[in-house]
């Protein structure tokens, strides 16, 4: 089993919509967790860090799920500038602070 | 600020030709790692560094070494290319410790014929 699992979509949705993206860890020691954001043939980049409480960036909300293990994000009113692959990051629970990625979720907003 | 500065971009290689992939940083980060992303695959860890002289592996180190006697400089060596190594290869650099972002250079992207 993968350490963070994601559904690999890709999710095609009209400009306007509002899509939820999943991820589950499982390691219950991960200490935190990131949405990051890559375009293609690109270098990730920090779209959001996700907490407990949740957290809300303009139209993206992210909440974790500590009991379940399992972190969300949510981007509503879809631009065509959101079409990305968007990858789930978790850092690991031990010492060694490693970033521990999942496989992305493909996202293609159409006009 | 150049930030994460990753060379070469492109690279072409006859297997078992090595060759070295080029990190640096200027932001002062005793955190530095190496990834390979393979399609319809995240990023996988090659090797990480918590700061100088010193090293450890990842996820897929085979085939991989790595050393870091500065903080800003951390290169990526392929002893014996191979195919399976053909990837796009990304260097990071953070602030260890749990909350941090990771920046990442703009990526290597590796054939071996």
């Known amino acids: 089993r993968k350490e963070v699992e994601q559904d690999p979509g890709p999710f095609n949705v009209p400009e306007g919509a509002t899509v939820a993206f999943n991820c589950t860890y499982s390691n219950s020691a991960s200490q935190s967790f990131f949405w990051y954001r890559q375009d293609c043939r690109k270098e990730p980049k920090l779209l959001m860090s996700?907490?407990?409480s949740g957290n809300e960036d303009g139209r993206f909300t992210a909440q974790l799920n500590r009991a379940s293990q399992y972190i969300s994000l949510l981007i509503r009113d879809s631009k065509l500038s959101d079409s990305a692959t968007y990858l789930c990051v978790v850092i690991s629970g031990d010492s060694s602070y490693k970033l521990i990625f999942g496989s992305g979720t493909r996202l293609l907003v159409r006009p | 600020n150049a930030g994460v500065t990753q060379t070469p971009k492109f690279q072409v290689l006859k297997t078992g030709q090595s060759m070295t992939l080029q990190c640096a940083q200027d932001m002062n980060h005793e955190y530095m790692s190496w990834y390979r992303q393979d399609p319809g695959m995240g990023l996988r860890l090659i090797h990480y560094?918590?700061?100088?002289?010193?090293?450890d592996q990842g996820e897929v180190p085979n085939g991989y070494n790595v050393s870091r006697s500065t903080t800003e400089d951390f290169p990526l060596r392929l002893l014996s290319a191979a195919p399976s190594q053909t990837s796009v290869y990304f260097c990071?650099?953070?602030?260890?410790?749990?909350?941090?972002?990771?920046?990442f250079g703009q990526g290597t992207r590796l054939t071996v014929v």
């Open positions: 990071a650099s953070s602030y260890p410790g749990a909350g941090t972002e990771a920046f």
């Open positions: 560094s918590v700061g100088a002289g010193i090293t």
């Open positions: 996700v907490y407990s």
